[in-house]
């Protein structure tokens, strides 16, 4: 009988409850902030997918929620604002046997880092990147950002906001991202298989997750999106662009669930390939002199 | 140019997109074959065709240490180019120039060979494409080459293209050849031979150098974005750092490239980027991140010309201040600038060894001229840099492990994920020694001396063998303080000095930050003036000397977008001596 154990034990990989996944460091955010709902199904997720949380790195940018990687028990990188996604790729390609989750919040991702967003879903790097949107910048206590919606009252917007707000989820799905999902944090078990899935993806994953801030935004509540979010229906089919785009299009209702989901060959499956092919025995710098002799 | 030895210059203007430079590397490379010493300087518009295009190479049968003061032959390929430099051309000199294109005046005391250029390319070869090989031809009769070196370049250059090309561009290199040789006056050849030639050297310009030291160094990832005069590098990179088991990433700009950098590093690898001014400015924030967050990463900025836009394909040293300086509140980095052109082999490797050893930024300091300089030197010793690689923790418990550990070096053993039981988060945010957010006096006192504690280190161990002295210090009228690539034009300033009867010495650090101030010190304390040049309006670094040793020095700081011209210095240096 202990002879089995033994065997078990070595053979069969630890099988990781969620809370193995928690770190001492208690986290800051407000109390009933929606990222806690975040972090429990990351939690959740890793825990599903039995994550070996010294192969697991979190990236994260400046913000609320880029605080999280110091709230798991794997390797964290918490940089500057904005970087997730550079840093990230980074990782992944000095190392694709890592699994590699980037997160944070709607401003760093969607106004400071927007720049970095489109490529990274059109390299398909096979990084997930979890972005808790809660319309509202709150670790600067209270402006606009990028995906406010229109007419809501910040301190920098006191007569509404007069822009339109951007949809991440229709951004990465025509920038070649091959994995679009949203979650709401108020439905953790639903939002934990997504982001398995999503991890699970070899790709590009993005999901976008609604996490109300209760201390700034007074609109996107959690009363708000009661009867406003529902998951979307069996009968979508996700590898169809456009009726992805569709489901996507703001209408007042908000469907959470994986949108859109194809495979396409991953940045660092391709880079693999390349370094294989061109990959020498022995290469020396010697060789490469002659070209200047 | 008289005489038994071999040393002049040619200088070739011609329109951008015209070949001109491709000429000036061919010729370079069959003069540097035969097996003198070549010593180049190029400069081009920054559109892409149109404007001139300037190159220039001084041939010798000895070391040479600068781009010249003369030019003794000028060959004008477009009329603009004639008229901006005819006036340098010096007197006894020969003006080559194609005269379907370029109205020439009469020039006393020139010597004028005027080749239908165009014509010939045009009429007899049946391409205008090989208009600088009929160049090439005639520049290489004139200097007194055998047509055989001329072959031996096209067939290489243009192999690539099929048969057909290379017989054309035979054909053009023979006919510019002959033209010479039946117009002109061939009987004083300006190559007098050498007596042996050393097979164990490199024709090779600076990025080329730093990029081979780069890869010979372990890099094992780069991510770069497109910029004036870097580009070569990340070009030289792609195609062969996969052979060697690494990556390179065009990124969507600087702040990405430094950010893949950061993000490969942290995960293992030797990481490395190379940008211009423009770049660096774009990735300050997260150079202090890595200073901050002790993440190893090289930084190569190849300084060009200018603020702003500036002058993107001409040379500067306006960046050290932004090197040096270009932080908000203060983290530590090392800041390095390699002299010459084999220097640039083997300083990034000593760059990539601090940036592992001591886990932060480092910049290395090149610009334009040393980028594009092409010359001879030494074949590289591979041995002469051993690898350092990063000192990492021995496997722990999770939630144990010390990431940012106070030590006596102020160097913390830094884990890379996939090893067990050290995961750990790496942050800008102060932290304490296990990396959590911690924002007490006590502790950011104690953080901030162990990460500047690794600069004291370095400058303690090994700072001060990145000292170069030339001459002898003691009693010099003039000692001459200087960083990157101006060391070779103040070599020979200074034998020309020295022929006058002025005595003087150098001091090159190759590593400005941490400096080393002892070894300046006592140098300082030798001469009896100190003088500072370099190539920016403000005298950063004679402000910097002033600020971290009290040297008050003589700043000659000149910002014209080209090197230095050794007679320049030698009148400077002249002229601080009878002050």
């Known amino acids: ?293 | 140019m008289e005489g038994s030895r071999t040393d002049f210059v040619v200088r070739l203007a011609g329109e951008s997109g015209e070949g001109v430079l491709s000429l000036g590397e061919m010729l370079t490379t069959v003069l540097a074959r035969l097996g003198y010493e070549v010593y180049t300087f190029r400069t081009y518009p920054a559109e892409i065709k149109g404007g001139t295009v300037l190159y220039q190479v001084r041939v010798a049968d000895h070391l040479l240490l600068s781009y010249g003061s003369r030019v003794d032959i000028f060959v004008a390929l477009n009329e603009e180019g004639y008229r901006e430099n005819i006036a340098s051309l010096s007197p006894g000199g020969t003006l080559i120039y194609d005269s379907d294109n370029v109205p020439v005046q009469d020039l006393p005391d020139r010597c004028i060979i005027p080749v239908p250029i165009g014509t010939i390319a045009k009429k007899e070869i049946g391409s205008v494409l090989t208009k600088n090989m009929v160049a090439l031809g005639a520049i290489l009769r004139y200097v007194g080459a055998p047509v055989e070196a001329g072959e031996q370049i096209a067939e290489q250059t243009f192999k690539r293209k099929g048969e057909e090309v290379v017989q054309k561009n035979f054909q053009a290199l023979h006919a510019g050849y002959n033209y010479i040789d039946q117009h002109a006056d061939c009987s004083r050849p300006l190559l007098k031979g050498v007596e042996q030639i050393n097979p164990d050297r490199l024709i090779i310009n600076g990025n080329e150098a730093l990029t081979l030291g780069a890869v010979h160094g372990g890099l094992g990832f780069y991510a770069g974005y497109p910029i004036t005069p870097a580009t070569d590098i990340m070009e030289a990179l792609a195609p062969i750092l996969p052979r060697f088991g690494g990556v390179v990433m065009q990124a969507e700009d600087e702040i990405a490239a430094l950010g893949m950098v950061l993000g490969a590093s942290y995960a293992g690898k030797r990481a490395m980027t190379a940008t211009s001014g423009p770049g660096l400015s774009l990735m300050v924030e997260q150079i202090n991140l890595a200073g901050q967050a002790e993440i190893p990463a090289v930084i190569v900025d190849v300084q060009r010309g200018g603020a702003s836009t500036g002058l993107p394909t001409k040379t500067a040293q306006g960046d050290l201040n932004l090197a040096l300086y270009g932080v908000h509140n203060e983290s530590p980095r090392v800041v390095m600038a390699p002299t010459s052109v084999e220097d640039c082999f083997y300083l990034i490797q000593h760059a990539l060894n601090i940036a592992e050893r001591y886990q932060m930024p480092v910049i290395v300091l090149s610009d334009q001229s040393l980028a594009h300089r092409r010359c001879t030197i030494p074949k590289p010793d591979l041995a002469r840099v051993p690898r350092w690689e990063r000192i990492t923790p021995e496997p722990g418990t999770n939630g144990e492990y010390a990431r940012y550990a106070i030590t006596e070096t102020g160097i913390s053993p830094m884990a890379i994920p996939g090893m067990p039981g050290l995961a750990y988060t790496a942050t800008g945010i102060e932290h304490n020694e296990y990396s959590d957010p911690t924002y007490t006096p006590e502790n950011l006192q104690a953080m901030k001396s162990k990460r500047f504690r690794k600069l004291q280190t370095l400058g303690e161990e090994y700072a001060e063998q990145f000292v170069r002295i030339w001459g002898d210090p003691e009693g010099a009228e003039v000692g001459i303080i200087g960083w990157g690539s101006t060391e070779g034009v103040i070599r020979e300033a200074m034998q020309l000095a020295q022929a006058e009867g002025v005595k003087c010495s150098a001091l090159y650090p190759k590593i400005l930050l941490p400096l080393p101030v002892r070894m300046i010190e006592e140098f300082a304390g030798k001469v009896k003036k100190v003088l500072v040049p370099e190539k920016n309006f403000t005298g950063e670094f004679a402000a910097y000397l002033r600020a971290q040793t009290g040297i008050h020095s003589i700043s000659y700081a000149k910002d014209t977008g080209l090197p230095f011209d050794p007679e320049e210095i030698k009148n400077e240096i002249i002229r601080v001596a009878r002050m």
């Open chain 1, 1 to 293: 009988m202990e002879t089995t154990q033994t065997i078990s034990v070595e053979t069969q990989p630890t099988q990781r409850q969620p809370k193995d996944y928690k770190s001492d460091l208690e986290p800051i955010w407000c109390p009933g902030c929606g990222d806690y709902g975040v972090l429990n199904a990351l939690f959740k997720a890793m825990s599903q997918l039995n994550l070996d949380p010294d192969k697991t790195v979190l990236v994260s940018g400046i913000g609320c929620s880029s605080r999280l990687p110091g709230f798991v028990v794997t390797y964290g990188f918490h940089g500057v604002h904005g970087r997730v996604l550079p840093v990230a790729t980074g990782i992944k390609l000095a190392n694709p046997e890592l699994t590699v989750i980037g997160v944070g919040g709607d401003g760093d991702g969607y106004s400071i880092g927007l720049g970095h967003f489109p490529h990274a879903a059109r390299r398909n790097i096979d990084i997930t990147y979890i972005v808790m949107n809660n319309q509202i910048y709150g670790l600067t206590k209270g402006q606009t950002s990028p995906t406010s919606s229109p007419q809501f009252v910040t301190k920098t917007t006191p007569f509404g906001n007069v822009e339109s707000s951007l949809n991440p989820l229709q951004l990465a799905i025509v920038s070649g991202a091959t994995f679009v999902a949203r979650g709401y944090s108020s439905m953790p078990n639903h939002l934990a298989r997504i982001i398995a899935e999503a991890i699970r993806h070899p790709g590009f994953a993005l999901v976008d997750v609604f996490s109300p801030c209760v201390t700034f935004n007074k609109v996107q509540t959690y009363d708000y999106y009661k009867g406003r979010v529902y998951e979307i229906p069996d009968t979508h089919d996700p590898t169809d662009k456009f009726s992805a785009l569709r489901l996507a299009e703001e209408d007042g209702m908000f469907p959470v669930g994986i949108f859109y989901r194809v495979d396409r060959p991953t940045l660092d499956e391709q880079i693999a390939m390349i370094k294989r092919q061109a990959y020498t025995e022995n290469p020396s710098v010697e060789q490469l002199f002659r070209r200047y002799q």
